[in-house]
C-alpha cells in the first residue's frame, strides 16, 4: 500500500468564478480509476459557496508556509507536464465531461491529461491534470506518491509561457471521501491539482481505493 502524506492547511476562496461553480454543480463523485481498464474521475456535487475542506487526509499531516503570490497568467492550454524530481516529461491531451457529468480520464497510460473545464495552468483558480498510476504496466503517474512538499512542477502552454508551481501538499483520500472542495472549489490564487490513484488495490473491483492528490501554487512564470 502506498501512504504518502504531507499536508497544509486549506485556503479559503474568493467569491466562484462561473466556471467552477458550474464545474462543481456538474460533477458528481470523487475518484480516478487506475487498472488494466479506464475509469473515471468525478467530484461529488456541493455548493460553490461553502469551500472550507470537508475531507482529511488519511494519515496525520505537516505544514509548509505559502508562497509569496504569483500573478496569474492568461488563458492559453497546456500541452507540456515536467516534474523533475520523479523523471516526468509528459505531453497534455485534453479532457472534458462524460454524457454522465464524470470527468473523461485518458484513454491510456501517458499522456496525462488536462482537465478543459476549469482554469489553465497558471489562471486564477485550481487547475485539474490527471493521470494514471498504471494500466497494463506503469504509468505516467508511477512514481507520484514520490513528490515531495516543495517539489516544482513546470507546465509549458500553447503560448510559449511556463507557469512553475511549487508542491505544497502530497495527500491520498479514500474515494469515497473525495475532497472536491480542496480540488475544485475556488482560491485566490492559481494552484495546480494532480490526482491518479493510491493506496490499496482491489483485485476484485480491478481499481485501487483511494487517490492521490497533489496541491501547489504557482511560484513562477518563465519563457
Known sequence: MRHHVVSSSPRLAHPAPMVMAA?????????????????????????????????????PSSTLAPAGKTAELSRSTPVRLQIASIGVDSTLMTLGLRSDGSMQVPTGGFPAGWYSGGPTPGEL?????????DMKGPGVFYNLHDVKVGDQVTITEADGSKPVFRVTQVAEYLKDQFPTKRVYGNIDHAGLRLITCGGTFDSQSGHYEDNLIVFADLVATTR
Open 23 to 59: 464545474l462543481l454543480a456538474t460533477i458528481t463523485i470523487g475518484a480516478t480509476a487506475c487498472s488494466g481498464q479506464t475509469g473515471a474521475v468525478v467530484a461529488p456535487s456541493v455548493s460553490a459557496t461553502n469551500l472550507t475542506a470537508s475531507s482529511s487526509p488519511q494519515v
Open 125 to 133: 483558480g485550481p487547475a485539474v491534470i490527471a493521470g494514471h498510476v
